[in-house]
């Protein structure tokens, strides 16, 4: 092909997202800390197939089309920062060839560039060996043999040799890859997103595998010693109901056959309180998951939708807290938008996890939770929802997590309402979360609080326990799966050890200083009463010049999280 309209682009983009949704989990298992939150592919997943829906049906063949749309899909469902910078690329590459109606190779070349350049734009301290190496590395090299390549297939050839070479020297720029044997897992998606578009280019379009029945690594990307095996999920709790009516479809539709049992069983795999109804050609399904895009993604393989709701169970609950009508999430969303009451002077938003964590906000003066944390990464669209019914002139989003950070920068950056201005505290522990909440006033300025809000973060050490998902070393510390490691706020692991008691106690002594007078251990769902007491004797005997408080957070997956003021 020498050029190709918005219809072909089309296609090339699907292929993209179905190749990465049909290895997702082996990019989630690249995950560098062994830790049950390796959620990469997840969150790349999910952007890409909030991208994808957005064109589906779009018959354009305005090549600027298309990947406008696309773009602006990727942006709304942007989860993480892998799934974020994905969004940035697309976008730059919807920049590049803004305005026109069908590119050349020439003009091909052009747009990744300029997804390059975006990408790095959109990060404030860019960190090489990741996502950004790839598609710089991948796209200067597109760009210096152009002369070299004649057609759009050519093109996508070397793109995806140079990415892979990329992807491959990874390890070699950030030592911890190396040290774990792992090459960067976001730069193994976008490799994957690529394979998918080439693979697309030559006739040979992606279709969407089950996960159910994916046995082989049939990735040339993946199919190397870097790849883990398929990642099995763990319910540790679910967040999302999530309903929908299915019209089951056949080969002409381009639909697989529909065998009840094996849905069951996927369904069973990814959650709980499920109920399944088949009549005829109609299918009906309950279930509740922390992945509701999992099970989207799964049943559209069979036949289309005719209705869907998704309610976030836990932003329920807030609702029915606050005196709202018991509802769903969208329907509370609209009666704010139509609330004619006067914008309020602050509103706060926070990310939290665990129903204990939830009322510590709340009472902390947070109007709105976004539910979230490790292993559940709000979207854009998530914390533009949140702005919007907070109804406030200046709300301040506390993300708890350093994965959902640049989320939630994006959707301060994309907000239409010129009412409202959003800015993003940039926790990344929930103990920063609620040292910054305790330094609000009402009584201040908003540029008062917000620099009163953002220092407080460097305050407190943070730390948590959780398990291991594999073996490993990091930094001279040996991993077993199944033990409780101790992690200090930067990552760095200071114990693993089977007691989650001698994690914590391993953990806090590495926190504690002679400047340190305050210690805060929030315990996870996995705790008991007994436990508690022990943990609460414990250091007020081994820290007597300390206050310390433990408290019941309720948040899955994480056995303790610790401050240290």
């Avoid at 979207?379 to 997590?401: G, Q, R, Y």
């Amino acid at each position: 092909m020498k050029t190709i309209d918005g219809q072909i682009l089309k296609s090339l983009f699907l292929s993209g997202a179905n190749n990465l949704y049909n290895h997702y989990p082996e990019i989630d298992q690249l995950n560098v800390f062994p830790v049950p939150d390796g959620d990469t592919g997840m969150n790349m997943n999910l952007t890409m197939t909030s991208g994808a829906k957005e064109i589906q049906n779009k018959n354009d063949t305005d090549i600027s089309s298309i990947a406008k749309a696309f773009s602006k899909g990727l942006l709304m469902g942007a989860r993480g920062n892998s799934g974020v910078i994905t969004s940035q690329i697309f976008k730059g590459f919807s920049v590049g060839i803004e305005g026109k109606k069908e590119i050349n190779v020439s003009e091909l070349i052009a747009a990744f560039e300029s997804a390059r350049e975006v990408a790095y734009k959109a990060v404030m301290k860019p960190v090489e060996g990741t996502i950004l190496t790839v598609i710089r590395e991948s796209s200067s090299a597109l760009a210096e043999n152009a002369k070299k390549v004649n057609s759009i297939e050519s093109a996508l050839d070397l793109l995806l040799k140079e990415a892979k070479k990329s992807l491959d020297h990874t390890p070699e720029l950030l030592p911890v890859l190396k040290q774990v044997g792992v090459v960067d897992s976001g730069g193994a998606g976008l490799c994957v997103i690529i394979e998918g578009m080439t693979k697309a280019a030559h006739g040979k379009f992606v279709e969407r595998i089950e996960l159910d029945t994916v046995t082989n690594n049939d990735s040339a990307v993946l199919a190397s010693p870097y790849a883990g095996a398929k990642l099995s999920e763990g319910e540790e709790g679910y967040g999302y109901c999530t309903q929908f009516i299915l019209r089951l479809g056949g080969p002409d539709d381009g639909k697989k056959a529909f065998v009840e049992k094996r849905f069951q069983n996927f369904l069973a795999g990814h959650g709980n309180s499920i109920v399944l109804v088949r009549d005829d050609d109609i299918v009906k399904v309950h279930v509740h998951t922390l992945t509701p895009g999992t099970m989207l993604n799964y049943a559209q393989n069979f036949g289309e939708f005719l209705t869907i709701t998704i309610e976030n169970m836990s932003e329920e609950h807030n609702n029915i807290s606050h005196g709202d009508v018991a509802t769903d999430m969208a329907s509370n969303i609209e009666r704010a938008k139509a609330d004619k009451t006067p914008y309020k002077d602050f509103g706060l938003i926070a990310v939290s996890s665990g129903e204990g964590l939830d009322q510590m906000f709340k009472e902390l003066g947070v109007d709105c939770i976004v539910g979230g944390g490790q292993t559940m990464n709000p979207s854009t669209e998530d914390f533009l929802k949140a702005i919007e019914k907070v109804h406030a002139k200046n709300v301040f989003i506390l993300p708890n997590n350093s994965n959902i950070v640049m989320a939630a920068s994006q959707a301060c950056d994309v907000i239409d309402n010129t009412k409202t201005i959003a800015r993003v505290i940039p926790s990344k522990t929930i103990l920063q979360g609620i040292t910054s909440l305790m330094q609000f006033s009402p009584d201040l300025s908003a540029d008062d609080n917000f620099d009163n809000m953002k220092s407080a973060l460097k305050d407190v050490k943070s730390g948590s326990v959780t398990y291991a998902i594999k073996d490993t070393e990091i930094d001279g510390v040996q991993i077993t799966k199944d033990y409780y490691m101790a992690m200090a706020d930067d990552k760095s692991i200071v114990a693993c050890v089977p007691d989650k008691n001698e994690a914590l106690y391993s953990l806090i002594e590495n926190l504690v200083d002679e400047d340190s007078y305050m210690i805060t251990v929030i315990y996870g769902a996995d705790v008991s009463a007994n436990e508690e007491k022990e943990i609460a004797d414990y250091l007020e005997e081994h820290y007597p010049d300390c206050d310390v408080d433990v408290k019941n957070g309720g948040q899955p997956v994480y056995s303790f999280l610790v401050g240290v003021e």
